[in-house]
């Protein structure tokens, strides 16, 4: 998956959740106002998905969930694995979408 951005604790995006972050590069809309112009783009540097598994592994005892941004995780076509991935740690899973592949949500 290409993972543009990690931040390793939040308590802000995953509502009544201590979680991590992760955003995907890359996105079908560029909207004016969005604050993740490098990762909409798919300019940001990538973080490599196995260190982020191994950090969120770790830390599964003390997060509850990770929230999946971007950027548009749907365009990620490993999506699917990198999700079930994290809930095989039993952490909970929120996906942050501009709504363009509803589909791509029942695979989920």
């Known amino acids: 998956m290409n993972i543009g951005g990690f931040q390793k604790t939040s308590l802000l995006d995953y509502p009544d959740r ?3 972050i992760v955003w995907t590069s890359g996105c079908n809309f560029r909207c ?8 909409a783009l798919g300019t940001a540097e ?22 999946i ?6 365009l990620q076509e ?5 999700v079930r991935k994290v809930k ?7 996906i942050d979408t501009n709504g363009m592949f509803p589909e791509r949500l029942n695979e989920l």
């Open 78 to 82: 490993d999506l699917v694995d990198f």
């Open 46 to 67: 990538l973080f490599p998905e196995e260190e982020i598994l191994s950090f969120l592994s770790k830390r599964k005892t003390l997060l509850e969930g990770v929230v």
């Open 69 to 74: 941004s971007g950027g548009e995780p749907l």
């Open 32 to 39: 004016p106002f969005c604050y993740n112009k490098n990762l």
């Open 18 to 20: 201590i979680s991590a």
């Open 88 to 94: 095989d740690m039993r952490l909970l899973v929120k």
